[in-house]
């Protein structure tokens, strides 16, 4: 089975700084997608961005980016000129390209608390 | 364009009792899922509905248990309520199956059993 770890529950940042989020995968799949998700008091889940594992190439959303190390296993988020309303849970999520490994389940981190400082 | 609209948004139930949770995914979308999120297990999968099919289901009891209808709504209910129970319960739909594009997510229905 998958795991997703996140290491850093909770994480504070200053207005307009970066800030870097940290997650680590495990599977034995060499196809399958990852996400970063937020949740802000609101509570509904937004999808920040998404990454395929067969493309080199990290994703990237406007402001958010991932450094993604397939190797490794580590998929990172970077949050550039952090904003106010960036304050949130982060979650990471794994996604396996394959439908008979568990159907399209995602499975989730335990999720980064982030703080913005103004 | 509506997004996942999930009912109610509150509930309180008493242990023993049983509950049914509505999700309504985006127009045109045909794959919901369901998950549980508390405090101590994180997120964890529940169910996946396909064109009315029940593709999977996570590892809880048989008293959860779902149903999708033809208009791509999807209903979960759960019996026999325990404390434990307690949670926020987020529906996600997707265009597709696979949900390669990543799923939308309503904002949940926090039960609260008491």
């Known amino acids: 089975a998958q795991t997703v770890t996140q290491s850093q529950p909770e994480m504070s940042v200053q207005e307009a700084e970066t800030v870097t989020l940290s997650c680590t995968y495990d599977t034995s799949e060499s196809d399958y997608y990852l996400f970063w998700y937020k949740q802000p008091p609101s509570r509904q889940m937004i999808l920040v961005i998404r990454q395929e594992a067969y493309k080199q190439q990290n994703a990237t959303e406007n402001r958010f980016s991932v450094n993604f190390q397939k190797a490794a296993k580590s998929f990172s988020l970077k949050i550039s000129d952090s904003q106010l309303g960036d304050a949130a849970m982060y979650f990471c999520?794994?996604?396996?390209?394959?439908?008979?490994?568990?159907?399209?389940?995602?499975?989730f981190g335990k999720g980064t608390k982030l703080s913005v400082i103004p | 364009k509506a997004g996942v609209t999930q009912t109610p948004r509150y509930l309180i139930k008493t242990r023993g009792q049983q509950v049914t949770l509505s999700c309504s995914p985006i127009s045109g979308h045909r794959s919901v899922s369901w998950y549980q999120q508390t405090p101590g297990q994180g997120l964890q999968f529940l169910f996946e509905y396909f064109s009315e099919t029940q593709r999977n289901k996570g590892n809880f009891p048989g008293r959860f248990s779902g149903r999708q209808f033809s208009n791509s709504r999807s209903e979960m209910n759960v019996s026999t309520l325990e404390l434990g129970d307690s949670a926020l319960y987020l529906c996600a739909s997707s265009l597709e199956v696979t949900g390669d594009y990543g799923y939308t997510f309503g904002s949940g229905t926090r039960l609260t059993v008491v």
């Open positions: 999520a794994y996604r396996s390209a394959y439908s008979g490994a568990g159907s399209y389940q995602l499975t």
